[in-house]
C-alpha cells in the first residue's frame, strides 16, 4: 500500500502548523480526516512520525525525515504543473552561479536539482565564495549571479538584489535548559549561560551588532565556522547560541535535540536571496532561473511550526 497525494499533504499541513485544528483549517476538512491520514501513514512506515503533546504536534525523528522527502514530492509535481506550459526546453546557456557557504549549505541544493530537470539545456557552473568574493565577482562579471545573505549586502549601488525568504533568528537550547521554562527569552536571559559563537558567512559580526544594542554581552566561551559543531555543543547543553531557522534543524549528530525559543527583544531575520549586477543585462538562461526560484520559493514560509 503506497501513501496518496492527499495523506502527504495533510501531513505536510500538520507539521507546519503544528496543530491538527489548524492543518484541517488550511486543508477545508475535518480534523478527523487529518488525524486518519496520519495514522495511514504511521502504520504504512510502521513509525511514529509525531509526539503528541497538549499543545500541539512535534515531529519525531522519524517524522523529521519523512517530512524533508514528502515537501519534495509535493514540490516536484507543483513545479513539474507550472513549468508543464512552459517552452523549459528551448531555454539553454550556462550560468556562473556563486553562493556563499550558509546557503549552500542549508538552501540551495534543492532548487538546484530542480531547475536543472526542469531547464536541461541550461549548465550551471558552481562556486563558493564569501560575501565580499560575491560582490566584487557580480560586479566584474566573473558571476552571473549568486545566492547569498542579502542582509549582509553591502554595495547596493552596482548590484541588484531580490530577497526569497526571510528567516527569524531564535534562541537554540538543550532539551534539558532551564530556559526552556520561559515561552519568551531576553538578551539578560541569555547572557547568564555561554554561548557558542557561530563565524561563518559574517554571523558573528551580525551578532556582535544586535547585542551591541542591548546592555549585555554574550558570554561567548567557543566560536566556530561549523553549524553542526554550534548544534551538537548546544544539544549536549555545552551551551547556547541564536542561529536562524533556516539552518536549525531539531537534532544533533549524535541523535540528541536542540529546542528553541523566540525572543522578547527585536532580532533581525536572515535574509536569503539572489544578487546580480545592475549595470548588465541578464541572459535568458539567469532570468529563466530568477524566476524559477521566485516561483519555487515561499518569502513566508515558516520553516520553524514542523519542529
Known amino acids: 500500500m503506497q501513501p496518496t497525494m492527499k495523506q502527504i499533504r495533510y501531513f505536510i499541513a500538520t507539521a507546519d502548523s503544528g496543530q491538527?485544528?489548524?492543518?484541517?483549517?488550511?486543508?477545508?476538512?475535518?480534523?478527523?480526516?487529518?488525524?486518519?491520514?496520519?495514522?495511514?501513514?504511521?502504520?504504512?512506515?510502521?513509525?511514529?512520525?509525531?509526539?503528541?503533546q497538549?499543545?500541539?504536534?512535534?515531529?519525531?525523528?522519524e517524522g523529521n525525515q519523512f517530512y524533508q522527502h514528502a515537501?519534495?514530492?509535493?514540490?516536484?509535481?507543483?513545479?513539474?504543473?507550472?513549468?508543464?506550459?512552459?517552452?523549459?526546453?528551448?531555454?539553454?546557456?550556462?550560468?556562473?552561479?556563486?553562493?556563499?557557504?550558509?546557503?549552500?549549505?542549508?538552501?540551495?541544493p534543492p532548487y538546484l536539482t530542480r531547475f536543472s530537470r526542469s531547464y536541461p539545456k541550461v549548465e550551471v557552473k558552481l562556486v563558493e565564495a564569501t560575501r565580499s568574493e560575491i560582490e566584487e565577482g557580480v560586479v566584474s562579471g566573473d558571476f552571473d549571479l549568486a545566492f547569498m545573505l542579502t542582509s549582509n549586502l553591502m554595495n547596493q549601488e552596482d548590484i541588484s538584489f531580490q530577497t526569497l525568504l526571510s528567516s527569524p533568528r531564535r534562541l537554540w537550547v538543550s532539551s534539558s535548559h532551564p530556559l526552556l521554562e520561559n515561552k519568551l527569552a531576553t538578551f539578560?536571559?541569555?547572557a547568564q549561560y555561554p554561548y557558542i559563537m557561530l563565524t561563518v558567512d559574517e554571523a558573528s559580526n551580525t551578532a556582535q551588532r544586535y547585542w551591541n544594542q542591548t546592555p549585555y554581552q554574550p558570554n561567548t566561551i567557543f566560536r566556530t565556522s561549523s553549524?553542526?559543531?554550534?548544534?551538537?555543543?548546544?544539544?549536549?547543553?555545552?551551551?547556547v547560541t541564536i542561529l536562524s531557522d533556516m539552518v536549525y534543524r531539531p537534532w544533533s549528530l549524535?541523535?540528541?535535540?536542540?529546542?528553541?525559543?523566540p525572543l522578547a527583544d527585536h532580532v533581525p531575520d536572515m535574509e536569503v536571496g539572489l544578487v546580480w549586477s545592475r549595470k548588465r543585462e541578464r541572459?535568458?538562461?539567469?532570468?529563466?532561473?530568477?524566476?524559477?526560484?521566485?516561483?519555487s520559493v515561499s518569502?513566508?514560509?515558516d520553516l520553524m511550526n514542523r519542529y
Open 20 to 52: 491538527v485544528s489548524q492543518a484541517a483549517n488550511a486543508m477545508h476538512v475535518s480534523q478527523s480526516a487529518i488525524t486518519t491520514a496520519i495514522k495511514s501513514l504511521e502504520e504504512m512506515l510502521n513509525v511514529n512520525l509525531f509526539i503528541r
Open 54 to 61: 497538549p499543545h500541539g504536534m512535534l515531529l519525531t525523528y
Open 71 to 108: 515537501t519534495h514530492i509535493v514540490k516536484e509535481i507543483e513545479e513539474a504543473m507550472l513549468l508543464s506550459h512552459r517552452s523549459s526546453n528551448q531555454v539553454q546557456g550556462v550560468i556562473k552561479l556563486a553562493m556563499s557557504y550558509t546557503v549552500a549549505g542549508y538552501f540551495v
Open 188 to 190: 539578560h536571559d541569555v
Open 227 to 239: 553549524v553542526e559543531s554550534v548544534r551538537s555543543l548546544v544539544a549536549n547543553d555545552y551551551g
Open 254 to 261: 549524535e541523535g540528541r535535540r536542540v529546542e528553541v525559543r
Open 283 to 295: 541572459s535568458t538562461a539567469v532570468a529563466a532561473f530568477c524566476e524559477f526560484m521566485e516561483m
Open 299 to 301: 518569502p513566508n514560509q
